[in-house]
Each structure stands twice: as C-alpha cells, then as structure tokens.
C-alpha cells in the first residue's frame, strides 16, 4: 500500500482545487450567458416568451442539481448522445446557475421605478435603447452584490460533480480517503479549501452591497 | 388650429370605466388647467395624450398626426409632447447635464457638442445652469423638477404636460417650479397641467377644464370659471380645496 504524506494529500487536494475552480468558472460563464439572454427575453413582455422563461426557472429552481447532473449525464447517453462527466457537469451547472440568475436579476429590474420607463417612451428612446442608457446601467449596479454572491453557491454545487465521477476537489478527497482512511483529516483539509475559495467572495458581495447602498 | 384634439374618448381600465366619452380641443399657445377630485380621470387623460395609456374609442391628435401607444408611432409624438411628472422620473446615474442631453443626442442625433450647448441654455433658463455636472440626488426636489422641465424642453416639444409636478414638493419648494412653469407660460408654450395649484391655475392658465367622474364637466375661462362656477359639482370643489 501506498503511504501518503501530509505534503501529498495537500498537494492532491491542491491539484484538484484547480478543477473546482475552472469548473465553477465554466458554470458561472455558461449560466450568465443564457441568464443574459433570458433576462432580454423577459423584458419583451411577450406573455408566450415569459411563460417559458418562467417554466425554466421553476423547472431547474424546483429540483435538485444532483437530479439535473444524473439526467445530463446518464440520461443524455441512454438517449444516444456521449457525453462527459465534465461536460454534464457543466450543462447542469449551468442550466442551475441560469435559473437562479434570471430571477435575481429579475428582482433588480424590478425595483428601478416604472417612471424610468415611462420618462425614457417620453423622451422618444426606443426599447432598446430604454434598456441601453437608462435600465441596464441601474440594473448592473443592484445585481453586482447578490451575483457576486450567488457565485459561492456555484462553488459549492461543483461538489456534487464527483458523484457523476468528475475529477474535482470532493472527488479527489473521497479517493484520498479511501487509500488512507484518515476522513477527518483529509474532508477537514476538503472543506477548509472550499471556504478559501468563498470566503472572499462573501465578503467581496458585503463590500459591494454596502458601497451601492452609501451611494443610493 | 387646435394643437390637440381629443374627440369622444373613452378609457377602460378592465370594467372599470375611467374617460367617458373626452372632447377637448387645445389651441397652440392655451395654458390649460385640468382640475378635479382624485379618481376623476385627469392623470389618465393626460398619458393618454401623450401614448403612455391606450384608450378603446374615439380619437386624440396631436400637431395633426393620430396618437397611439405603438412604439414608433410613440417616438414620433415624443417629437411634439413632452411630459413632466410629479416624481420627475429622472435618470440617478447620469448627472444633470446628462440627462438633459441624453434624448436630443440619441434621439434626435444631434451631435455633442450641440447637445451640449442645448442643455446649457435649458439649465439656464430653470435657473441652474451652475448643476450641470451635479447628480440629481444632490439637489432639492424643486431644483430636481425643473431639471425634468429642462430635460423635455431640450427636445422642443410643441406641448408639455404636466401631471400633478408640485404635488411631491415640500410646499416652499413648489414656487420655484411654478415660477418657471409662468415664464415658460409667458414665452408662448403650450402647456396642458393637472394640478391642485388653484390660484396658479386662475392668475397664468387661460382655461380650466373641471372633470368629474370621467367627464369634462365644465370648462372656460380661467378667471370666469374659477370665481363663477355653474356645476354645484364645481361649486363643491372650488369650496373644498380653497
């Protein structure tokens, strides 16, 4: 049997971190992507177009991302279609980042006053225009703190990847585990990396929550 | 030439109906005064002017050209009407100057430098050309409405409404607005207000419409009208609110 030191567990867990981080990276990309084109979607007031925006964000608000990976990943390839441990993981992460992301963003537009719309069609703006100029710039200001800080449960979600078999940080640490059968040391290690990595952020969504607020 | 026409309007919100039925005929130059009980549709005829509300009947044109809440045709009849509201609606991440030439710079494609000249002139003329580059919550409610007064008078409109614009204002503040709404009155513009401003009403406007209950119920001469109501429904307001 292979003995581990405390440098080599380190450096494994270490060494997987970079996949939990480009992992969430992926996620976060990928969901802000599509949250950006459903949240323009939505704001064109076509009642078919909000239904299914609206169907969207329930569905993937209203089950569990483990079910969502297991359905990206072994449902996708009963259905013919090969697919990754990695690719699966981003597909859901990212359908689960999207939903989420629509209906922060949601909230934000909505708390800018109707008169900024109203005041914009006055003046002769167009749609987009409205949006451009006048809501986006508002909208970006309200949304950076709760965004920044929905990025932590994306972080934390990539941990769920190691169940489909994706090679991150709780998978590495499952696999230390079992050659070395220290759990507490090495989920202790597991756990203290995945509040490195969050930690900031937290505090970050604080910092920026508290600037706007002061300038508001 | 009336400046604007409205003939027969009726407004539903659902079942409930608001405009029974409008004529109204302003003539270029008019300062009319719209007055009324709260509920009695004034607001609502002024956004339908302007395209803000659609109505079901009847027809409303403004400068000649028919207004409806169709998205160009809207941008068209922002070209001719400009609106002031009573939480003047204007835009917190841009300063005044900003504001002031966003519309005429993207709207009307003037260039900056024009634009900016445009602004200056309008600031100038509300009296606070020295906040040009002061962000709006920085100033008074009273010097934030007549940065809206400027901001829609940089698109030479042809009419301004006004709904209800003192109505948020700490009452030392609502003479300062008031006084620029007199010059402006004064110029020649046409101006179309709802108000609860009376003796404003009497001493610069040339026409009170009086509505009740989505009606116009009596409208004349300003002066006539407000000291010789004819309604006791008039009667009962001017004795309410004076």
């Known amino acids: 049997m292979i003995e581990f030191s405390n440098y080599d567990i380190l450096r ?36 078919t177009i909000q239904r299914i925006v609206k169907v969207y964000v329930e569905l993937f608000q209203g089950t569990p991302l483990l079910m969502q990976m297991f359905l990206c990943f072994f449902g996708l390839s009963m259905l013919g279609y090969e697919i990754s441990a990695w690719g699966a993981a981003i597909l859901s992460l990212t359908f689960f980042t999207s939903a989420f992301l629509v209906e922060i963003w949601r909230g934000c537009i909505d708390t800018l006053p109707k008169g900024q719309w109203e005041a914009s069609r006055c003046l002769g703006l167009s749609f987009l225009q409205t949006l451009r100029f006048i809501i986006l710039p508002q909208a970006i200001r309200v949304a950076t703190a709760p965004t920044v800080g929905f990025s932590v449960q994306v972080i934390k979600g990539t941990a769920l990847a190691s169940v489909i078999g994706f090679v991150e940080l709780t998978k590495v640490g499952t696999m230390l585990n079992n050659a070395t059968f220290e759990p507490f040391k090495i989920f202790t290690l597991v756990a203290l990396i995945y509040f490195v990595l969050c930690y900031p952020l937290s505090l970050y969504s604080k910092h920026l929550e508290k600037k706007f607020n002061v300038s508001r | 030439m009336s400046l604007v026409n409205l003939h027969q309007v009726h407004k539903y919100y659902g079942d409930h109906h608001v405009l029974k039925g409008i004529d109204l005929d302003i003539k270029a130059g008019e300062v009319v005064s719209i007055i009324g009980k709260s509920g009695s549709g004034k607001s609502t005829l002024l956004r339908c002017i302007n395209g803000l509300e659609q109505y079901q009947q009847g027809g409303i044109t403004v400068d000649g050209k028919e207004v409806t809440t169709d998205d160009i045709q809207m941008r068209r009849l922002a070209l001719s009407v400009g609106m002031i509201f009573q939480n003047f609606n204007l835009f917190p991440h841009m300063t005044v100057g900003e504001n002031v030439m966003l519309a005429p710079t993207i709207v009307l494609k003037k260039s900056k430098a024009e634009a900016e000249a445009t602004a200056r002139a309008m600031l100038e003329k509300v009296g606070l050309a020295e906040k040009f580059d002061s962000f709006p919550e920085k100033l008074s409610g009273g010097q934030q409405q007549r940065v809206a007064i400027a901001r829609a008078l940089a698109m030479s409109p042809k009419v301004l409404l006004c709904d209800e614009i003192t109505s948020a204002l700490d009452p030392e503040l609502v003479g300062e607005v008031l006084k620029v709404l007199e010059q402006l009155a004064k110029e020649g513009i046409t101006l179309v207000l709802v108000t609860h401003e009376m003796n404003f009403a009497r001493d610069v406007g040339s026409r009170v419409v009086f509505m009740h209950q989505g009606k116009v119920w009596e409208q004349g001469d300003s002066k006539t009208l407000l000291s010789n109501p004819q309604t006791d429904e008039l009667k009962q307001f001017i004795g309410a609110v004076l």
Do not use: D, E, K, Y
């Open chain 1, 12 to 47: 494994n867990l270490l060494f997987a971190t970079q996949w939990t981080i480009l992992l969430s990276l992926a996620a976060f990309i990928g969901g802000t992507t599509v949250a950006l084109t459903l949240t323009a979607l939505r704001l064109t007031r076509n009642p």
